[in-house]
């Protein structure tokens, strides 16, 4: 079933970013914070990242995207707003989740830094052992 009447709200993350994503049906505008997704993330790389749900999905300029994003740094910010875009698309399409899920495209990223422990430089550098 295929919603098109209204805005689809979706969350991803990734390390410490957040992005929050609202996607309604139109020309393929994505908009960042305000800003073009040319200017907020100028690598080719990272916006090939980014579009890799709607590639694989075949919508690329078929839904306008407005997203906030929250903490983090390019990387991060790039790999939640993917997180969000894919978990959108689940939303506007249920068919589309197959696909998505097969290329781990809705699974969270789990992986974030290590808190540093007491009593250690960092979060598993020790100082150096001194027998006497």
């Not at 749900?53 to 707003?81: C, M, R, Y």
């Not at 989740?97 to 430089?121: C, F, H, N, W």
């Amino acid at each position: 079933m295929v919603k098109t009447s209204e805005e689809i709200w979706a969350t991803g993350r990734r390390k410490s970013a957040v992005a929050r994503v609202r996607m309604k049906p139109g020309t393929g505008i994505m908009k960042i914070n305000g800003r073009t997704c040319e200017d907020f993330f100028p690598t080719e790389s990272v916006r090939g990242y980014i579009n890799q749900p709607l590639v694989l999905t075949e919508n690329s300029g078929k839904f306008d995207i407005h997203a906030n994003i929250d903490g983090g740094g390019l990387v991060g910010q790039a790999g939640a707003l993917r997180h969000a875009i894919a978990r959108a698309l689940t939303k506007a399409d249920d068919s589309l989740r197959p696909a998505l899920k097969a290329s781990g495209m809705l699974t969270r990223d789990a992986r974030v830094k290590e808190r540093k422990k007491p009593g250690q430089p960092g979060a598993r550098k020790r100082f150096q052992f001194s027998k006497r």
